[in-house]
């Protein structure tokens, strides 16, 4: 029954959208009924997700079709309904906020297509999670991918979003060719396209090698892992932002799943696999938020932390495979339940920012940090949600993101400890790189809070905000906020869960149940959170009562952004967004690509000059790109053979039919 509910509810997302493209173009009610219609889905797969929960049973079946490889083969495991869950949540939540955001009476010319291909995009991340058959699992992720390319083109007067558009284009295509030749070798290894993820241990040596990187390349593509997150940035800023919490927080846990069910088929993988991950993942991580501290686009500077988080999940990963290569339960356990909690945090406050982007996007017109400020008098209730979202991001108490990284700390200590000496090395230097993606990430969330809501208005947009959206949004953001604050308090509604996930992976140890609640007391990290919130609150209490006149006498309170001025002070004497990192940026100047507009005063009355930091794409401006011109100028020669003539192609191919037919007589028999 609840697998039925599930498909149910996947096929109910994929159709959402299509009341829409029945109603009018100018009014709003073709996009009630979709939302209608993607909440009932949503709300019918969550059910089957908690049926499937409490029967406690990995439910699947197969029917007959005409495709060769198999049969269309569907199931539904601990894992599969780990990353559902944020598909039907998310889902359900980005249609109710785009009600306010993108009404389809003020975007006549989009809105149906938005709402389609919204969800398109759910539907078929709902359907590669439920295959159990490589072809048809490719089937969900050519939908998912085609629907993000449109949504991501969906403003395509815009030559920056038809940029993004293409490059996402030919990254996920890239990605799915990857995953077309995996499968292809995976059927040639067991005959059958059906169950691909199942036990790969007869992939041995070169063979195993060979799936792994695919796997790798393809998943690592999607996921925007670095050096393969070069289409990430560019595609979630130009999307419209419900869309880009959908992609951020969902959409790029496909390539996580995908690898962690690939790894997951092999019961001792070779070591160099674990620290390959771990590297990865840390370089990612520390990558993509010191990118993140230097971008004063606010979208693009959510995307690069979302290349952050990715890095922080493949860490949990790649100590799951340290563990499974050294037959180590404890190691693998946290590492793989630090993951797949992450995936779930990222899910939730990662949404939760975009939506908060996007309610100041309505109201400012602008994405530029540098010309905001001041937001939160006329976006208070955003200013809150945006706080609790990025306090959660740097994985700070009381918010949900400090137990999953918590996991992650505790799996690397282990591993440091008990290790040989050059795996601890590796550990230590992972519980480094984590640390300072930890202090990295609270520069980067207090430098965009303080740009956009605090201080004063920097520009003429910000003065004349309006308010940031409706009460949908609104309602969207505090049901988002309200989950994380769930999973703060009580983390341990969660362990079944990743216990669950996980039981592939622990199959074939000594102790298949060691996990992070038997060495760590999760319960009393959402006490911990629930004590320290108590705290503030008292101290905020005795602030507002007797605190203030005991360190604040009164008096007339200085100018804080005086500098000298008489009066009110300018906004003009205030921080950028590039002046208050550059210090932390210059020192990492020389490690990861950032370019400088430097200020150069020169005269009595030198001309106006502004300071600015600036992300080079180094992996699709310095390698792709010139690799591409290259391999154009080489293959210009031949381009005099493309005439237009269809007699011309008629008989280059049988030029060719007449050279195989040769080839074949002289070849033996």
């Known amino acids: ?14 159709l959402s959208g299509v009341p829409c493209l029945l109603g009018s173009r100018d009014s709003n009610r073709g996009q009630w009924a979709s939302f209608l219609l993607n909440l009932a889905a949503s709300l019918l797969g969550l059910a089957g997700l908690a049926a499937q929960f409490l029967g406690n049973e990995e439910i699947s079946f197969s029917l007959p079709w005409s495709l060769p490889g198999g049969s269309l083969a569907v199931g539904l495991d601990g894992l599969s309904g780990l990353f559902l869950a944020p598909v039907f949540l998310i889902s359900a939540l980005g249609s109710l906020y785009g009600l306010g955001y993108w009404k389809q009476s003020e975007n006549p010319e989009s809105g149906r297509a938005l709402r389609f291909f919204y969800g398109l995009l759910a539907g078929g991340m709902g359907l590669l999670l439920v295959s159990r058959n490589g072809v048809l699992f490719l089937f969900g992720w050519e939908i998912m991918a085609l629907a993000a390319y449109f949504l991501v083109a969906l403003e395509h007067r815009d030559a920056n979003a038809r940029k993004a558009a293409w490059v996402y284009w030919v990254a996920t295509h890239l990605g799915a060719a990857a995953l077309m030749v995996m499968f292809i070798l995976l059927r040639n290894l067991t005959g059958t396209f059906d169950g691909p993820f199942a036990s790969l241990d007869q992939a041995s040596g070169s063979m195993g090698n060979a799936l792994f990187l695919l796997a790798l390349l393809g998943f690592g593509l999607k996921a925007g892992v670095m050096p393969f997150h070069f289409w990430l940035p560019r595609a979630h800023s130009s999307a419209p932002s419900h869309v880009s919490g959908m992609m951020s927080g969902v959409m ?35 990558g993509g938020i010191l990118l993140a501290v230097g971008e004063g686009d606010l979208k693009r500077m959510l995307a690069y932390s979302s290349i952050e988080n990715i890095g922080i999940i493949f860490m949990g990963l ?7 290569s050294t037959d180590n339960p404890t190691w693998t356990a946290l590492g793989l339940s630090a993951a797949l909690f992450h995936v779930l945090n990222h899910s939730l406050f990662k949404s939760l920012l975009f939506f908060g982007s996007g309610s100041v996007l309505h109201a400012a017109h602008t994405r530029r940090l540098d010309r905001m400020g001041g937001l939160i008098g006329v976006l208070p209730v955003t200013a809150v949600f945006f706080a609790l979202g990025s306090c959660a991001a740097c994985a700070l108490p009381p918010l949900n993101g400090f137990a999953g990284e918590w996991i992650l700390y505790r799996g690397l200590l282990d591993f440091s400890n008990h290790g040989s000496f050059t795996q601890s090395l590796v550990a230590a230097a992972a519980v480094g790189g984590l640390a300072l ?33 409706g009460r949908s949004m609104k309602t969207a953001m505090g049901l988002l906020a309200a989950s994380c604050l769930a999973l703060a308090f009580f983390p ?69 952004w005086g500098c000298g001025f008489a009066g009110a002070p300018s906004p003009r004497v205030q921080y950028t967004a590039s002046s208050f990192s550059e210090t932390v940026v210059r020192n990492y100047q020389g490690v990861f690509p950032l370019r400088f507009r430097r200020m150069s005063l020169r005269g009595f009355f030198p001309s106006p000059a502004r300071f600015g930091v600036f992300e080079s794409d180094w992996v699709l401006g310095g390698i792709l790109l010139p690799a591409t011109r290259r391999m154009e100028k080489r293959f210009a020669r031949v381009r005099g053979m493309q005439q237009g003539n269809t007699s011309i192609y008629i008989l280059y191919i049988l030029v060719v039919f007449l050279l195989a037919l040769l080839w074949g007589i002289g070849s033996p028999p």
């Open 318 to 324: 790649g100590l799951a495979l340290v563990g499974r």
């Open 252 to 286: 790029l846990n496909m390539g996580i799943y995908g690898l962690v069910r690939v790894a997951g088929g092999f019961s001792h993988p070779p070591l160099w696999w674990g620290i390959l991950v771990l590297a990865m993942g840390a370089w990612s991580g520390v």
């Open 1 to 14: 029954m609840g697998l039925v509910l599930v498909i149910l509810g996947i096929v109910g997302l994929g």
């Open 437 to 469: 993606i930890g202090s990295l990430g609270v520069l980067g969330f207090v430098r965009v809070f303080g740009m956009v809501f605090l201080g004063m208005n920097r520009s003429p947009e910000v003065v004349h905000a309006a308010s940031g959206g």
């Open 492 to 560: 341990q509604w969660v362990l079944p869960a990743l216990e669950r996930a996980r039981l592939p992976w622990m199959s074939g140890f000594a102790l298949p149940a060691a996990g992070p609640e038997n060495v760590l007391p999760i319960p009393w990290i959402g006490r911990f959170n629930f004590l320290l919130v108590l705290a503030a609150g008292a101290f905020w209490a005795w602030m507002r009562t007797w605190g203030r006149k005991a360190w604040f006498p009164a008096g007339p309170s200085p100018e804080t």
